[in-house]
């Protein structure tokens, strides 16, 4: 399997490392293969990730293989994208939103003012 440049496919297992051990912002979108919105998400979200030049991590988290995580997080619907910051989750966006609200979130966390 090729890697995605840009971002990281986390698992329950890689989920402690990835994003909450992360130095850096984390930007993690919750989906599912079955899901309409979340194919329409997907590309932002990947856009986003090599637009951000390693300033913070994107991170894309597939709940139907990795359950114990979505769960954690509450997640009932998809998709989800949670931003995290040194560990703790500090905010969300539900749905398809525009790419310019996902940005100023994640720029928000990469340059606190």
Do not use: H
């Not at 597939?62 to 979505?70: Q, Y």
Request: hydrophobic share 40%; aromatic share 8%; charged share 25%.
């Amino acid at each position: 399997m090729a890697t995605n440049p840009g971002y990281v496919t986390l698992s329950d297992e890689n989920f402690p490392k990835e994003v909450l051990e992360s130095e850096k912002p984390v930007l993690v979108d919750f989906w599912a293969a079955w899901c309409g919105p979340c194919r329409v998400l997907g590309p932002v979200i990947e856009e986003l990730a090599s637009e951000l030049n390693g300033a913070a991590k994107v991170g894309k988290l597939n709940v139907d293989e990795n359950p114990a995580t979505a769960r954690k997080f509450g997640i009932r619907s998809i998709p989800t994208v949670l931003f995290f910051d040194k560990g703790r989750m500090v905010d969300s966006t539900i749905g398809v939103v525009p790419k310019q609200e996902l940005r100023g979130k994640l720029k928000a966390l990469v340059a606190p003012s």
